[in-house]
């Protein structure tokens, strides 16, 4: 709201950027203002808390790890949200996802994940946008 209400913003026009945690929250945010939201650009994004800890420990473990977690940055349910709210409001935010295929503590499939379930959305809206770019570092 603060943002929307900035004489200097273009309400129509809100661009969302989040790296690692940061692009769950990203989504998350765009999820509650869908269609305030023109874009995300997602950096390395995570799919979730869960699924993140387990990349890095192995199922074994990150199911120890991540058993007393309460989840709230699941990446991948929050844009399910907004795919289902797609046709409704007819509007489904521009996404752009990179990833970096060296980056030690992402796998690329969290960002590919989360392309494939946005991908849901532009069978719904003509002209939707939705690009991954994988840099080397």
Request: glycine content about 0%; hydrophobic content about 45%.
């Given at each position: 709201d603060y943002v929307r209400g900035r004489r200097e913003v273009d309400a129509e026009r809100i661009v969302l950027f989040g790296h690692s945690l940061g692009a769950a929250v990203a989504i998350d945010l765009a999820s509650r203002n869908q269609?305030?939201?023109?874009?995300?650009?997602l950096n390395n994004a995570?799919?979730?808390i869960k699924?993140?800890?387990?990349?890095?420990?192995g199922k074994f473990f990150g199911s120890i790890l991540?058993?007393?977690?309460?989840?709230?940055?699941?990446?991948?349910?929050?844009?399910?949200?907004?795919v289902?709210?797609?046709?409704?409001?007819?509007?489904?935010?521009?996404?752009?996802f990179q990833v970096g295929s060296k980056d030690a503590n992402?796998?690329?499939?969290?960002a590919q994940l989360?392309?494939?379930?946005?991908?849901?959305?532009k069978k719904d809206i003509k002209g939707l946008k939705i690009d991954m770019h994988q840099y080397p570092q």
């Open positions: 269609s305030s939201i023109y874009a995300l650009i995570i799919s979730s699924n993140t800890i387990k990349d890095r420990y991540t058993w007393p977690l309460s989840e709230r940055w699941d990446a991948v349910e929050a844009l399910r949200t907004m289902d709210a797609a046709p409704a409001i007819s509007h489904f935010p521009r996404c752009l992402l796998k690329v499939n969290n989360l392309q494939e379930q946005a991908m849901q959305a």
